[in-house]
């Protein structure tokens, strides 16, 4: 079946850099979503994107659409504790197709 | 509060025993789904539902059995068929199927 390759499969980072980590797939997608899971809990949703080439914000966090339709970006500027988790990226291939989720990219901030 | 609620938290099941997981959604949701999650993996769907008195299986269904009696409502269960339950379960629902899906805190099973 479809898969969605994350990368990369964890960072180890400094309080107060930026983060970027991506999600591509081998055919085009019209649908990115972008979650972020804390330990114990429910995946949260980040940002939704439904245009290729399309560019959302949601506070420090920004998420673009690939113009191939074949992947998504995720950047987090200005790294602070509380964005430690694990990010999974998730994308619908059609729009009557479930929506298949990448196998996450876990968080680390350094102090 | 509007939300997802699964229920329990925390859940032990003797081996052979069958375990149900509760999943309700106060949203007026149309679609709801269960995942299974294991550790460094990405979620696997087990079973969803588009609309009341209707569900199909997902990719992980053998061992699992649903109903979807009312909207809000969506229980699982895990039957002794299923050989490697040890998991954390999570129930999302969606306005409908080509919305984004929203999450429960999970249920993490866990064998005695």
């Known amino acids: 079946g479809q898969q969605l390759n994350q990368s990369p499969q964890s960072m180890f980072i400094q309080e107060g850099e930026d983060v970027s980590m991506n999600c591509t797939s081998s055919?085009?997608?019209?649908?990115w979503l972008w979650y972020k899971q804390e330990p114990g809990e429910g995946p949260v949703l980040l940002i939704a994107?439904?245009?290729?080439?399309e560019l959302t914000s949601n506070g420090r966090l920004t998420a673009q659409f690939g113009i191939t339709r074949k992947d998504s970006f995720l950047n987090i500027s200005a790294s602070i504790p509380s964005d430690v988790g694990i990010y999974f990226c998730a994308g619908r291939p059609g729009w009557d197709d479930k929506i298949i989720f990448g196998k996450g990219t876990r968080l680390h901030i350094l102090p | 509060d509007g939300g997802i609620t699964q229920s329990p938290k925390y859940l032990f099941r003797k081996e052979g025993q069958n375990v149900t997981l509760s999943c309700e959604q106060n949203?007026?949701?149309?679609?709801m789904y269960w995942y299974r999650q294991d550790p460094g993996q990405g979620l696997r769907l087990i079973y969803y539902s588009q609309i009341v008195n209707d569900f199909q299986k997902g990719d992980i269904a053998e061992g699992y059995s649903v109903s979807r009696e009312k909207k809000e409502s969506f229980p699982l269960t895990v039957t002794s068929a299923q050989k490697n339950p040890t998991a954390f379960y999570l129930c999302?629902?969606?306005?409908?199927?080509?919305?984004?899906?929203?999450f429960g805190d999970g249920t993490r099973l866990s064998i005695l």
């Open positions: 994107l439904y245009k290729a080439g």
């Open positions: 999302a629902s969606s306005e409908d199927s080509h919305q984004p899906q929203h």
């Open positions: 055919s085009i997608f019209n649908t």
């Open positions: 949203l007026n949701h149309d679609a």
